[in-house]
């Protein structure tokens, strides 16, 4: 995979990061899973097309899944004396 990716083309250099790779947009066509590839494991991959304008493949982490308001509705009862006083805990009530 990287050799492939070290051919004419392509320039490595240092990136806030660490390496970056930029790679022309005909080149890139033939080798996008590795460039992809390349991403996902933190390299910085810039596709720049032929009128200079460039383009990073970022990666968008997997969203975990948050609870939905009001899912439990129904699952859950409450005594009808829930909010009385324990007799347990009458010692500490003023």
Same mark, same amino acid.
């Given at each position: +995979? *990287?050799?492939? &990716?070290?051919?004419?083309?392509?320039? $490595? /250099?240092k990136?806030? @990061? #660490?390496? +970056? @790779? *930029?790679? $022309?947009?005909?080149?890139?066509? !033939?080798? %996008?899973?590795?460039? =992809?590839?390349?991403?996902?494991? #933190?390299?910085?991959?810039? =596709?720049?097309?032929? $009128?200079?304008?460039?383009?990073?493949?970022?990666?968008?982490? *997997?969203?975990?899944?948050?609870?939905? /308001? #009001?899912s439990?509705?129904? &699952?859950?009862? +409450? !005594?009808?004396? /829930?909010?009385?006083? %324990?007799? $347990?805990?009458?010692a500490?009530?003023?």
């Amino acid at each position: +995979m *990287k050799n492939e &990716l070290s051919q004419k083309n392509i320039s $490595d /250099f240092k990136g806030r @990061r #660490g390496l +970056m @790779r *930029k790679v $022309d947009l005909k080149e890139a066509e !033939s080798l %996008l899973a590795e460039l =992809i590839e390349e991403a996902a494991e #933190g390299e910085d991959v810039i =596709i720049t097309r032929s $009128d200079g304008v460039s383009f990073k493949i970022v990666v968008i982490p *997997k969203e975990e899944p948050r609870p939905k /308001f #009001g899912s439990a509705k129904g &699952l859950v009862e +409450m !005594s009808d004396d /829930f909010d009385e006083p %324990l007799e $347990d805990f009458e010692a500490y009530a003023p």
